[in-house]
């Protein structure tokens, strides 16, 4: 049995692409409509500032998305060939069948992933940037035997994987992406989550293969995008490997005319109620 070791606590907060341009939303509405308000304060103009507030509150409370969950795992299986992990394999190709474009972390590059404790570690992956961090190791050796209760290599002729000695890791990527997953080896505790916040808190629980170890695949897919993702393994010893995530599809962004809309507004207020007093005025004597 492997050692384990006293929890720690992580106060993690993640302001996703997503929310901070609801906050922008918001924002832009509270200034259009104080400026309404300030310009005469009409009843219309206010309604329709009240209905905006409304729907981006409403935007905000409907952000979590719809997630969707591969998973599989191996009890008391350790390095081998992808046949000998049935369970684990097929969730990968669960995930794989997504049919997204996975950018895969598989530890081996030398330069990118080199051996030995890191801080915080960076890199490019297909066309994203990753940054992963804190206080973890890329190994190539077990760091005790059996392997299936201290995590090993799952990439197909490598020998490289991230080994986490207790606590967290963090995936942070320099565009948002839709969907994550992973091989991870030694899992044998009952709590050990994936977090990550897609405008709301997220939570993936990683199975228990049991009290002998083995192996598993994680993976999922969310239909909002999200920027970091946290593996958490607090009080156990677990191998990470062939991590994979795909890139959000490129939008539009629409901060830039969402307040030109507003002012839109408001001076078309203005206008209607500087014309009612000229109309009120009547003819000129
Ligand atoms: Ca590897």
Known sequence: MKQHFAPLVELDIDFSSEAFWTLCHFAS?????AI????????????????GVSVLLFTGLANAGTISVCSGFDSN?????PASRPKSTAAALCFDAFGQTESIIDFESPSSYPLGPFTTLS????????????????????????????????????SKWLSLFSGSITFTFSKPITDFGAYLSGV??????????????????LPNP??????????????????????NVQGDIVGVDDVRGSAAPEVTPEPASFPLVCAGLVLAGILRRRKRRFVGAGPPA
């Open 29 to 33: 509405w509270s200034v259009s409509v």
């Open 36 to 51: 309404g308000a300030v310009c005469g304060g009409k009843a219309k103009l206010r309604r329709v500032g009240l209905l």
């Open 77 to 81: 299986v350790g390095a081998g060939l």
């Open 123 to 158: 890199f490019s992956v297909g066309s994203l940037g990753v940054t992963i961090g804190t206080n973890q190791q890329i190994r190539n050796t077990l760091v005790g035997v059996p392997d299936t209760l201290y995590g090993f290599n799952t990439t197909l002729g490598g």
């Open 188 to 205: 044998q505790l009952t709590g050990e989550t994936i977090t990550f916040n897609d405008g709301s808190p997220q939570t993936v629980s």
């Open 210 to 231: 049991g009290s002998s170890g083995g192996i598993e695949f994680v993976g999922f897919k969310d239909d909002m995008p999200f920027s970091s993702v946290s593996i």
